[in-house]
């Protein structure tokens, strides 16, 4: 179900929730199934597959909380952008606190998406604004409260980043595939402009 502002304040208040399932078109859903497919493995394994769903599901409630506050009784909106646009923001915690653990070439990549993803927000038209920069500042605040204090976040966290730095060593890394990541990056933000 769609998020009705009017709707949650009469307690229809699962819609905070179902929104953050749905998407409103097929460019919008391309996107976000880009950006999570390529950063999502990544994140989920650092933080585990329940901590990966609570930032995903607690981004995306902040983000529609703070769009029935700020926004009119009438105004009506769907996507999963806001949890997106928080799983954004707690990447963008690690690569700031976490340098150790996030290499150089992810770093930019996430950092590219997440810039490109936040300038796309203010272009294209039927955007929930508000959802994208709360979702992405819950997002940056829960992972800048974890990571800047050095926490763990989950019991086997070192043992994780060691399984995975033995496993990229062992691998050499294809130099023509960050080529084609670039190229779809921008292929999609072209797609995403044109489609206004």
Excluded: C
Excluded at 63 to 81: F, G, Q
């Amino acid at each position: 179900m769609i998020g009705v502002n009017l709707y949650i304040v009469e307690g229809e208040w699962w819609r905070l929730i179902t929104p953050i399932f749905i998407h409103g078109g097929f460019a919008h859903l391309l996107f976000n199934s880009f950006s999570i497919f390529l950063f999502g493995p990544a994140l989920e394994r650092i933080l585990g597959k329940f901590k990966f769903l609570f930032i995903y599901l607690i981004t995306g409630i902040a983000a529609n909380i703070i769009t029935l506050l700020i926004e009119p009784l009438t105004y009506v909106h769907l996507r999963s952008s806001g949890a997106i646009f928080g799983l954004f923001g707690y990447y963008i915690s690690l690569v700031v606190f976490r340098k150790d653990i996030i290499s150089q070439s992810n770093a930019q990549i996430i950092t590219t998406i997440a810039v490109l993803s936040l300038i796309m927000t203010f272009l294209q038209p039927n955007i929930n604004i508000v959802a994208h920069i709360f979702g992405f500042l819950t997002g940056l605040i829960i992972g800048s409260l974890s990571e800047s204090k050095g926490k763990k976040i989950i019991s086997s966290y070192k043992e994780e980043w060691y399984y995975l730095k033995q496993q990229l060593r062992h691998k050499k890394k294809p130099e023509g595939k960050s080529i084609i990541i670039w190229i779809i990056i921008f292929g999609l933000a072209i797609i995403g402009l044109l489609s206004q």
